[in-house]
């Protein structure tokens, strides 16, 4: 998982993050690009979440070999913090869809 918070906003990696917290306690985040401020539990981290290429092949090959349903590997996903969803990860559900 990336470590760095690029923005939400325009993908700059000239990210500042602020000293005070959100009152819920998540890390915020000012880009010095544009502006654009958030916090780590923002809207467009997880929907920017890059999912390599070989997790999708383990995903197909979990899926065709082990005969998982798609609700099988969300699970299994979920537990190692990866979210998997048409909005995580559009194209994913049509490379599995078989
Ligand atoms: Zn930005």
Known sequence: ???EMDCVAC???AVTERPEQT???YRRFRCRDCG???NERSGGLLNHMQYPS???ALVVLWRLRYRLTLRDLAEMFLQRGLV???EAV???FN???C
């Open 1 to 3: 998982m990336a470590s």
């Open 11 to 13: 993908g700059s990696a």
């Open 23 to 25: 009152a819920r306690g």
């Open 36 to 38: 654009k401020q958030y």
């Open 54 to 56: 070989d997790v999708i």
């Open 84 to 86: 998997f969803s048409h």
């Open 90 to 92: 559009p194209g994913l």
């Open 95 to 97: 490379a599995v869809e």
